[in-house]
């Protein structure tokens, strides 16, 4: 299951994000989105869980706690197809 992670302090590392969902089952990757002219965090990534119960157990567990001092949003990630269109650039 891929799992979406919202909401990340800057500072937050793809191995403190591995850690904190390695504690409820295996993890397949993880994947911080970066900026891809500075390479600093945008404050979201990606988990990927092959088992969906430690999945979903991971979702329960973390969603809305802290982490580096701000709460975590956590849910299953929609596949790109069923996300809004993004209205391009606004110049």
């Known amino acids: 299951m891929n799992?979406?992670?919202?909401?990340?302090?800057?500072?937050?590392?793809?191995?403190?994000l591995r850690e904190a969902f390695g504690?409820?089952?295996?993890?397949?990757?993880?994947?911080l989105i970066t900026d891809k002219f500075t390479g600093s965090s945008k404050g979201f990534g990606f988990v990927e869980?092959?088992?969906?119960?430690?999945?979903?157990?991971a979702i329960k567990a973390l969603n809305e706690t802290p982490?580096?001092?701000?709460?975590?949003?956590v849910n299953q990630a929609?596949?790109?197809?069923?996300?809004?269109?993004?209205?391009?650039?606004r110049w």
Do not use: F, W
């Open 78 to 89: 929609k596949p790109r197809g069923e996300r809004p269109a993004s209205r391009g650039p």
């Open 23 to 31: 504690a409820y089952g295996e993890i397949s990757s993880v994947n």
């Open 3 to 16: 799992i979406y992670v919202g909401n990340l302090a800057y500072s937050v590392t793809q191995d403190e």
């Open 49 to 57: 869980m092959p088992n969906n119960s430690e999945a979903d157990a």
């Open 67 to 73: 982490l580096k001092g701000r709460n975590l949003k």
